[in-house]
């Protein structure tokens, strides 16, 4: 995607953490609200390095922002939807830890919404392995935790 | 000898950045904070029981019970109404003493509870229940003849 982006003086060079070079317009870089205040300062020879992001990521998220239909409610549902439709739990998870970093224009709703939707009516312990989250609290704090939130538990999923 | 250190040099690099590259929802609390408001409230329930720091965030963010409150709403209530809320108890508080059961009643269906729910009138029901269990609980009378919460209860028509 990025090989798209014209060569033109002012494009904006990224680099991911696994060292690859994109280069992106302002019009894209300007809708990752965290690197927008570099860019004001950028000249093409500049490089912004992303610590938090990998290529896979990067690449994800021009598709997005290049791909996204610019009016109709309707044609931009259907985009996200197929969007999100081709990544995997793992991918998923991963990208929106990227997006969350960079602040993305709309895809952190649309990331998280989706995340959300996994994990919505699961049990504690799918939830658990979904994140690969520890479970610290002793059997005591559990129980009571658990306890207050009873009304929670009906209708959870079987694992 | 020097290309055996070179090639270990190299393998403790890549470990360290694929460990950098992995998730850890724990590590991202903003990101976190992102899902948990999304989810409806018997998932965020569950989430509490998760771990103690999703323990710690559902019980300390009440943002996140207001999400709860107005998520089947087209037009959230005015940012006015979050004061009086938190003086009445919080958002968790409004949800469970008066969204959920009413909720609950509605059943599963999201089409009736689409339809029914993102009224403005149920808002305003929601609110003054609460502001009714409120007054009712500072005076302390457990009168339940007296007691108005009975519109929390369920009844056939």
């Known amino acids: ?159 | 000898m020097q290309n055996e250190r070179r090639r270990r040099r190299r393998r403790s690099g890549s470990e360290e950045k694929e460990k950098r590259n992995k998730f850890f929802i724990n590590d991202n609390i903003d990101i976190l904070t992102e899902i948990l408001k999304r989810l409806d409230g018997p998932s965020l329930g569950v989430s509490s029981c998760v771990c103690r720091l999703w323990c710690t965030l559902t019980h300390n963010n009440d943002s996140l019970w207001e999400y709860l409150c107005f998520r089947h709403l087209s037009t959230p209530p005015p940012p006015s109404v979050r004061a009086m809320v938190a003086a009445l108890g919080g958002y968790k508080r409004l949800y469970m003493v008066c969204v959920r059961p009413v909720l609950s009643r509605l059943g599963e269906s999201e089409r009736v509870r689409k339809r029914v729910w993102t009224r403005d009138d149920e808002v305003q029901l929601s609110l003054s229940l609460f502001c009714i269990d409120s007054y009712e609980s500072s005076n302390g009378s457990d009168n339940s003849a007296s007691s108005l919460m009975f519109l929390c209860n369920p009844v056939n028509v």
């Open chain 1, 1 to 159: 995607m990025a090989e798209k982006a014209s060569p033109s003086s002012n494009s904006i060079s990224l680099k991911t953490v696994d060292g690859k070079i994109f280069k992106v317009s302002p019009a894209i870089a300007n809708q990752m609200l965290t690197i927008q205040p570099l860019i004001k300062d950028s000249d093409s020879s500049t490089i912004i390095s992303l610590p938090d992001v990998a290529a896979f990521h990067l690449t994800k998220i021009i598709e997005y922002l290049e791909g996204k239909p610019a009016a109709a409610p309707s044609a931009v549902d259907a985009f996200e939807a197929q969007f999100v439709k081709d990544l995997s739990p793992e991918e998923l998870k991963g990208l929106l830890i990227a997006v969350g970093y960079l602040k993305v224009n709309g895809l952190v709703d649309l990331m998280a919404n989706t995340v959300a939707k996994l994990i919505e009516n699961k049990s504690v312990e799918y939830v658990r392995k979904f994140f690969g989250v520890v479970n610290d609290f002793t059997p005591a704090e559990e129980a009571k935790c658990r306890q207050e939130h009873a009304w929670a538990f009906d209708g959870v999923d079987e694992d």
